[in-house]
């Protein structure tokens, strides 16, 4: 099947309808959240028609059928990952699954290989989303470690060039983006991991940029940890993945506790049932699992090679139009090597929050701000951005829709 | 077009690029800082006081044109009121911007600040017309209690 941007749209119904008195929407905030093609909608909506109960729970058919809906969308998440299917735990999202991870690295008592204590060090990256940046924080200031973090250069690129006194002996933690969600740049992993691997670190993965857009495999990646959220990826939100190795799960406290997560329970103590139902305590988000599940079999459907070929031309598009858009400077890679289709971007005198306003008002949708982002946003010297971000919706009509309102902007506010 | 133009008005694009009294004085009776966490905009916003009577409000900041102009707006109409007529002067913009595009701000009361009636249609941009605001609030209770201490 050839790959046409006009025919997945009729998928998403969202596209039928109008912004701001009739105007065609351009969609360009797939960054922040993805639209949902039909089949997601439909397959959250059967859920609760025809098989809603609690999983692992009812003795009866249809407690049955919703625990194969729910383990089935574990092994179809499993397969598009490149894991086994008992390293997939579902979260509600991909913060949830960061902060799993730190907590339950916080709550490993003296001996076990996650304990944290003064003199242990974490390492992130300036470029990380609040999300991947804060519980680390916390979790330095709750055990005494030490909180490290690579730079960021003008280009939007992560400076390696003292990764051996950031990345230490001490180092018991690496967790970075995989792609940044303000600036598009993918980050080089293979350099990071294999010294982090030397020292014994385990590295964590904020895929929550890359899974909706690239395939990727956990295995051929090297990686410990690796998280994303649904809803970026056009599944529901209330959905989050968390992947880790089986070993690894193995030695990884709980965080959240009570049902469904135990192995035996008495007035006084408890014990864990193994991953991944340690890590899913109460009854999960069900419907959404099966959404999501509906959301990667759309995506394989269309194939994830040519979702990224599409994104890649578009991007392509987008960066040789803005190199003549006087005084549009881009925050982050010019160049389409080792970048995906985050796009953000400066103009001139016109702050980020009006141009985002005249651009709705001519039906195009952008991120505008900080993007979760803060500290980067500071060291490229921008208290704000404007962000296109595409997906495989996105044609170079928007691009080009994009591109003319930037330009009536400027005579608006001239 | 017709709408945007509703929440652009001249005054506020003239404002916002000639901001008034947008220069911090160094003998300020306080001084805050606001942030608006959600994008970013910053303003900083000093307050001089006679007994009741607002003598300065002199500021800085960076951010878009709503949150810029009407913290120049605010400062032109605040300077020489009493704290008294400040506080009522507040509250009735505070009504505007609640008022989702219901009201039109009463001239007499607001003077240049109805032109950010526009502001209140659109739910994300009430915070940036309110952050200056918020900050002389502050700041003025602040110098007042100073003051009295
Ligand atoms: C790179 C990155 N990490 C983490 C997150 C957090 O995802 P969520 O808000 O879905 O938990 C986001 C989304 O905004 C992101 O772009």
């Known amino acids: 099947m050839s790959f046409d941007p006009l025919v997945i749209r009729r998928d998403f119904p969202i596209f039928s309808r109008t912004i701001r008195d009739g105007k065609r929407l351009v969609y360009l905030d797939s960054g922040a959240t993805s639209q949902k093609p039909q089949q997601v909608i439909d397959a959250e909506v059967d859920f609760y028609r025809l098989h809603n109960a609690a999983v692992h729970r009812g003795a009866h058919q249809l407690a049955e059928e919703a625990t194969d809906i729910y383990e089935g969308a574990r092994d179809i998440v499993a397969e598009f990952i490149g894991a086994d299917r008992d390293e997939v735990v579902f979260t509600k999202s991909a913060t949830e699954s960061l902060n799993l991870i730190a907590y339950a690295m916080g709550n490993a008592p003296l001996g076990n290989r996650f304990h944290l204590s003064p003199g242990d060090g974490i390492v992130v990256t300036e470029m990380e989303h609040h999300a991947n940046l804060i519980p680390w924080q916390q979790l330095a200031a709750r055990t005494g470690a030490a909180l490290s973090w690579f730079e960021v250069n003008q280009d939007g690129r992560l400076d390696l060039s003292n990764i051996e006194s950031i990345i230490t002996e001490n180092t018991k933690v690496v967790s970075l983006t995989h792609q940044s969600n303000v600036l598009g740049t993918i980050n080089p992993l293979k350099e990071i991991i294999n010294r982090a691997h030397q020292v014994g670190a385990v590295v964590i993965l904020d895929a929550c940029q890359s899974v909706p857009h690239m395939k990727i495999d956990v295995k051929e990646l090297d990686i410990d940890f690796l998280v994303f959220s649904g809803h970026k990826a056009v599944g529901p939100t209330g959905i989050g993945v968390f992947w880790g190795r089986a070993e690894l799960l193995e030695a990884l406290p709980p965080f959240l506790t009570g049902g469904s997560m135990i192995e035996n329970v008495t007035m006084t103590g408890a014990t864990w049932a193994p991953a991944p139902r340690k890590f899913e305590a109460g009854v999960p988000n069900m419907a959404q699992a099966a959404g999501l599940a509906a959301a990667i079999h759309y995506l394989q459907e269309i194939g994830m090679d040519s979702i990224h070929a599409h994104e890649l031309k578009l991007t392509q598009y987008l960066l040789d139009k803005f190199a003549d858009l006087a005084p549009l400077k881009i925050v982050g890679p010019k160049t389409i090597e080792a970048r995906g289709g985050s796009i953000s971007f400066t103009f001139g005198d016109i702050h980020p929050h009006d141009l985002g306003q005249f651009l709705d008002s001519q039906g195009i949708a952008v991120r505008t701000g900080h993007h979760c982002a803060w500290p980067l946003n500071r060291k490229m010297g921008v208290p704000a951005t404007t962000r296109a971000s595409l997906y495989l919706y996105n044609t170079i009509e928007d691009c080009d829709a994009l591109v003319a309102g930037i330009l009536d902007a400027k005579k608006y506010f001239g | ?149």
């Not at chain 2, 507040?90 to 009504?95: A, G, T």
């Open chain 2, 1 to 149: 077009m017709m709408q945007l133009d509703n929440l652009y008005q001249e005054v506020i694009l003239d404002h916002y690029k000639n901001p008034q009294n947008k220069k911090l004085e160094s003998d300020n009776d306080a001084q805050v800082h606001h942030i608006n966490p959600s994008c970013g905009d910053e303003v900083t916003l000093g307050v001089k006081l006679e007994g009741e009577k607002i003598l300065s409000v002199n500021w800085d900041g960076v951010g878009c044109s709503i949150s810029q102009s009407s913290t120049s707006i605010m400062s032109d109409l605040l300077i020489g009121k009493s704290l008294e007529e400040a506080a009522v002067i507040s509250e009735s913009f505070l009504q505007l911007m609640q008022s989702k595009g219901s009201q039109d701000g009463d001239e007499t009361v607001l003077e240049d600040a109805v032109a950010l009636a526009g502001v209140s249609k659109y739910p994300a941009r009430i915070k940036c017309a309110l952050l200056g605001w918020m900050a002389f609030k502050d700041a003025s209770v602040q110098a007042l209690s100073k003051k009295t201490n």
